[in-house]
């Protein structure tokens, strides 16, 4: 393992999340989102070999995209990145913030994938995020950022419920939609049970809602030249950006 650290905000996750976080996301299929990136990256940028993805959490995607590319993560939480280091020995990871990070080096390909760009929560730090990420880009280089929804696609009050079960853990978390201005909101219940017994955590989740025209913007005031995939591997699509 390789695992930088570095001086860093308060992370964005309760400690307690990292254990379950694999968990709770069961559903989500990493190694098809993983190789529709490996094959967008390949199709903008046919040689490229060295691949960083930043908000990397706890290594899902990385270990399917490290079948492609030479891999490198950046995560905010510590904790989050001891899960990584464990599923990714002998991968370099890092901790920082994605809107204020300088690892010395440039990447063929840089990704910022699950909505997590959304975390940004302001324009200014998405700005920032995004300038970042395209700074660490090498010649001919490719961004990918899935992004969170739009001001006009987020829904205001949804009332959701998840479960995972196993014989020795089960989860449910519940949280309603709320929105303040250019802000989403989501005041996540857990409730965690194990052999030890049932406990019960919260967790405020703050993401900003960002317009196509923000992303476009901030692409173009990177210098890359962006491209719209309507599609991805998710409801929300994927933006493209290249380094020429």
């Keep these: 393992m390789t695992y930088h650290e570095a001086p860093v905000a308060a992370p964005v996750y309760n400690v307690k999340l990292a254990d379950i976080y694999d968990a709770i996301y069961h559903f989500k299929d990493y190694a098809h989102d993983a190789r529709y990136v490996a094959a967008l990256v390949r199709r903008f940028a046919p040689q490229a070999r060295t691949l960083l993805e930043t908000a990397c959490g706890t290594g899902r995607f990385l270990e399917h995209l490290a079948a492609d590319f030479d891999v490198e993560g ?14 990714l020995p002998g991968v370099a990871l890092h901790q920082g913030d994605m809107s204020n990070f300088e690892l010395g080096k440039r990447y063929d390909a840089v990704c ?11 324009l200014d730090a998405f700005r920032r995020s995004v300038q970042c990420m395209g700074a660490h880009l090498a010649p001919g280089g490719v961004l990918v950022i899935e992004p969170f929804f739009t001001p006009e696609t987020f829904h205001v009050g949804k009332v959701t419920l998840n ?20 802000a989403a909101s989501f005041d996540i219940h857990y409730l965690v049970g194990t052999p030890r017994g049932v406990e019960h955590f919260t967790e405020l989740h703050e993401l900003g809602l960002f317009s196509s025209e923000d ?30």
Excluded: H, N
């Excluded at 939480?77 to 464990?86: D, K, P, Q, V």
């Excluded at 910022?112 to 929560?121: G, M, N, P, V």
């Excluded at 995972?164 to 989860?171: E, G, I, N």
């Design 163 to 182: 479960e995972y079960s196993s014989d020795r853990l089960k989860v449910a978390w519940m949280y309603t939609s709320q929105r303040d201005g250019a």
């Design 112 to 122: 910022c994938l699950f909505r997590s760009i959304a975390y940004t929560k302001t």
């Design 74 to 87: 950046l995560d905010l939480s510590s904790e989050m990145l001891g899960r990584a280091a464990s599923r």
């Design 215 to 244: 992303y476009q913007d901030a692409v173009a005031a990177a210098g890359l030249r962006v491209i719209r995939d309507e599609d991805g591997p998710g409801a929300t699509g994927l933006y493209i950006a290249v380094r020429d």
